[in-house]
């Protein structure tokens, strides 16, 4: 049987407005807890919400990101549960009418295609606060600063068929998030959250299968690793005769396994009503136009303009955009380097993120700028280094060798070589050293060429300028 995997995602991403949503009380990550705690956020009797238009402003710029239709009126509504980081007893989102509707976003896969996923729906709300379960034994700790910081729930379509495409889409709403500057979507604080709806079907059935929600997942890599052992355990389950009954999971990440934590039975009901102490809020025309002007290039314009201004393949341009930092890594790459954009490409895609990759830091930690890197990728065009050479001039500027290209290629006397005499002098020292060799090429075993081009490269300590040694060696071994 071939099965095929359907997710959709909720994703909770909290808004860098400096104060919280209902109570403008500001709010620090990894303060003490509850030093940050605001009554009003706690319900206290006698407090009322007023809405932070800061949260406002951040969704419609979301809305206007992803092509949405935006909620022109839009309600704030109570979702009634109990928990003990929910003193209140409600939480105040948004239910039937959420300040952004119907949109989509483009992912790009891997073999470079773009595919589109729509989005349902982005709603705000306030965040919880958050249970301490580590620092007291037998007890939680409840710690409130973040009880009212602004979320924004975005929800998709159920669009993603493999847990590959639910990383891309999580990756490019992420981007949007740091291009939009409306978050800094940092997931290892908690300001990006995913909760991962997954079920599988028979291909070509018209109908989805129940899904199983697997909440709070919070790096792309577990999101992956999540999903991949949620559906093995339910084609698992499908395969040996039993049903998939509709659950909340945990991923464990020690397993790497799913773990029911409610069943649908013992599903909340929120029962939802407008919260009497909001008003409806009204978008004005005028505000949406001003944001809209505001608005920076986005990760999809800017991936068609990277195909069109520098030539790139969708593929590089599809990675080169996937954070504004990198984007801009790459231009300033580009300029530095005379305009050579494809190298620059090469050079970023595959040294520069493999090393970065490696040393686990960020693109803006980058040992090497773009102007060194610039400074390289000219001294491969004017040949005074090879692209051998070129490598390990990089990697001397990665460990903070030297200052430039230029500088270290000077220090190690790694200037390549091409003076024509001389090289003609290192291939007359290998044509006399091999004899055997020279007469087995003459008599027609072309294949010992490259021997002889290695010799000469080894001599030169890889030095010589390849194109010259081809061409001095061909004419000599002719005779
Ligand atoms: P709830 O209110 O219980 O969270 P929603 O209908 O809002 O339910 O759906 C939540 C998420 O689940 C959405 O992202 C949606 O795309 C996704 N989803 C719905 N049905 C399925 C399914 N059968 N398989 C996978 N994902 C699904
Ligand atoms: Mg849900």
Known sequence: MTWETVIGLEIHVQLNTKSKIFSGSSTTFGAE???????????????????????????????????????RTNV????????????????????????VG????????DDGKTKRVNITRAHLEEDAGKSLHEDFSGQTGIDLNRAGTPLLEIVSEPDMRSAKEAV?????????????????????????RCDCNVSIRQKGDEAFGTRREIKNVNSFKFIEKAINSEVEWQIDE???????????????????????????EEANDYRYFP??????????????????????????????RFVSQYSLPEYDAGVLVSSRELAEFFEATVTAAN??????????????????????????????????????????????????????????????????ADDIIEKKGLKQESDSGAIEALIDEVIAANPDNVAAYRGGKDKLFGFFVGEVMKRSKGKANPGQVNEILKQKLAG
């Open 33 to 71: 807890p509850n030093t940050q705690a605001s009554l009003i956020d706690l319900g206290m009797p006698g407090t009322l919400p007023v809405l932070n238009k800061g949260a406002v402003r951040n969704a419609i710029k979301f809305g206007l990101g992803i092509n949405a239709e935006l909620g």
């Open 76 to 99: 704030f509504a109570r979702k009634n549960y109990f928990y003990p980081d929910l003193p209140k007893g409600y939480q105040i989102s948004q239910m039937e009418l959420p300040i």
């Open 102 to 109: 119907k949109g989509f976003i483009d992912i790009t896969l």
């Open 168 to 192: 891309a889409y999580a990756r490019a709403v992420h981007a949007l998030i740091r291009y939009l500057d409306i978050s800094d979507g940092n997931m290892a604080e908690g300001s990006m």
């Open 238 to 264: 499908l395969e040996s005769g039993r049903k998939i009954a509709q659950a909340t999971v945990l991923y464990d990440v020690a397993s790497n396994r799913t773990r029911a934590m409610r069943s649908k």
């Open 275 to 304: 919260d009497p102490d909001l008003l409806p809020v009204v978008l004005d025309e005028a505000l949406i136009d001003e944001i809209r002007a505001s608005l920076p290039e986005l990760p999809a314009a800017r991936r068609e």
């Open 339 to 404: 305009g050579a954009a494809k190298q620059a490409s090469n050079w970023i895609m595959g040294d520069i993120l493999g090393a970065l990759n490696r040393s686990e830091k960020e693109i803006s930690e980058s040992p090497v700028s773009p102007v060194q890197l610039g400074g390289l990728i000219n001294r491969i065009n004017d040949n005074t280094i090879s692209g051998k050479i070129a490598k390990q001039v990089f990697q001397a500027l990665w460990e903070g060798e030297g200052t430039s």
